[in-house]
């Protein structure tokens, strides 16, 4: 049966739209493992003559388990944002003499042969063999390996948890921020009793079994919620709530576009993901007191760029990434209609730069800094409207990956069209203004980065007839490619 599994998912990769993409983006996915496998290995070879040379009377691998927690929280969080989670569809089988334990079991196995579980063994098996070669017991290493990989495993079941299950999300967040803050704040170093028992996993080989059983109980966790809900009637069965109707003639003002926009709206106070991304853009916000704030990030101008980007572009950020893929499951029905695809693109626009608008009104309270860092904040606002919308549904036309709204949605932990693919469409969005700042600031002062970074977006708002115009061939050409892909179940 296993096999069989393994059969219909090759075809399903094989058939899929992600298997078309570009040799471009393939070429640029396979140079970023490469990258990456390269420096854990590195890093895993380095680390203990590193330790070895700037602390010489320090013990390496004790060093280095002081420091471990701070890797798997690491792990954890970069897997959140960035692994996606294996998906079997289910429906299928459940009409079918397939017993249930044999598909959650393959579901789950998926997981282990993620890249996010084999890269941290890049890093540690090397530092393992540089271990035994400085004459560290070879069975004890053995062991300590074999717990880092479990323990590795553990994270991996924990991110399917945190990512199926809203309270053990906000269970793990509240944990995480409290011993943080401790740590943070010099309350309590949770990091040294935990960098202990790193190094007694090391010590005492017996303690294997505690990883070991931290795997399994993780695993059966994962177990029981995915089999909780693979009933038939859970799969097809529909839920039926309310609808509440909202006012918004107001928007009427905007001409042929105002629908668009009333859709956006009402998407984003009806779903609760939508909701929850909206609570993010709030959060950023907040995002310039960690930069200016601190002194050290004074003598970095091209760092405070960055972050007065983030400041007004937190929607633009989180929710704009998602364009088309909101109206995914509509979209074909979209496409059918006469309607302009200049206007849809207009819409979009018109909601981005809006948002943006009332973020810069609420970042005022940044005058606390100076006028230099509020100039900072505009000239990123001017940016996020004129330039960054424009990136934004650039890489929307890429984004081939549907939002399924019907579903229930755990905005925060559900992490569905995120992808290496649009992490590589997001680096000109974080890159470019830093660039069109750092130019202009080393050759002249702080004064005319700024000015230069306003101006960038001033001339994107001035020509923005223009991009909407290319914007529209780009999506006219794949329009057909992205009505096939939406219309792939996950």
Known sequence: ??????????????????????????????????????????????????????????????????????????????????????????????????????????????TVFSFFNILPLLAFVPFGIVLMANGYSSAHVLFWLTSLFFITLTVNFINFLVNKNDVIFYVVLGVLAILGGLEFFNVFKISVPIGKLFYALYNHSILVLLPMLSCVL???????????????????????????????????????????????????????????????????????????????????????????????????ISFGQFIPSWDSEYYKLLMSQNIKYRTYLESKWYLLAIVVVISFILSTPYLYFGWKTYGMVAAGALFNIGLNSVITLFGGALNRVPVELNVKAKAFSNMQSFNITQMLISLPKFLLPMLIFYIPYKIFNFEIGILALGLSGVLGIIFKSFF???????????????????????
Not at 82 to 92: F, G, I, T
Not at 475 to 484: E, M, N, S, V
């Open 1 to 110: 049966m296993i096999k069989h599994f393994l059969t219909l998912e090759w075809k399903q990769f094989l058939r899929s739209s992600y298997f078309k993409k570009g040799i471009f983006i393939k070429i640029i996915l396979a140079l970023f493992v490469l990258y990456f496998s390269a420096i854990a290995v590195g890093l895993g070879v380095g680390v203990f003559y590193i330790i070895k040379k700037s602390m010489p009377e320090s013990d390496p691998l004790q060093v280095v388990c002081g420091y471990l927690v701070f890797w798997f929280l690491f792990d954890l969080v970069f897997r959140f944002f960035m692994q996606q989670l294996p998906v079997v569809n289910v429906k299928p089988f459940m009409v079918l003499p397939v017993k249930r334990p044999v598909v959650i079991h393959f579901l789950l196995g998926k």
């Open 218 to 316: 993780l695993y059966v966790l994962n177990y029981k919620q995915v089999r909780s809900g693979f009933y038939l009637d859970d799969a097809v069965s529909k839920k039926i709530k309310a609808a509440r109707s909202t006012d918004l003639s107001w928007l009427d003002r905007f001409g042929a576009i105002a629908p668009f926009i009333k859709n956006d709206i009402k998407l984003i106070l009806r779903n609760a993901r939508a909701k929850q991304v909206l609570m993010v853009s709030v959060m950023f916000l907040f995002y310039g007191i960690i930069f200016f704030g601190n002194e050290r990030y004074q003598e970095m101008p091209v760092i405070l760029a960055f972050a007065s980007m983030f400041i007004t572009g937190g929607f633009l």
């Open 468 to 490: 909407i115009n290319q914007l529209e061939k780009v999506y006219q050409k794949g329009k057909y490619k992205t009505i096939k892909a939406f219309a792939e179940k996950q």
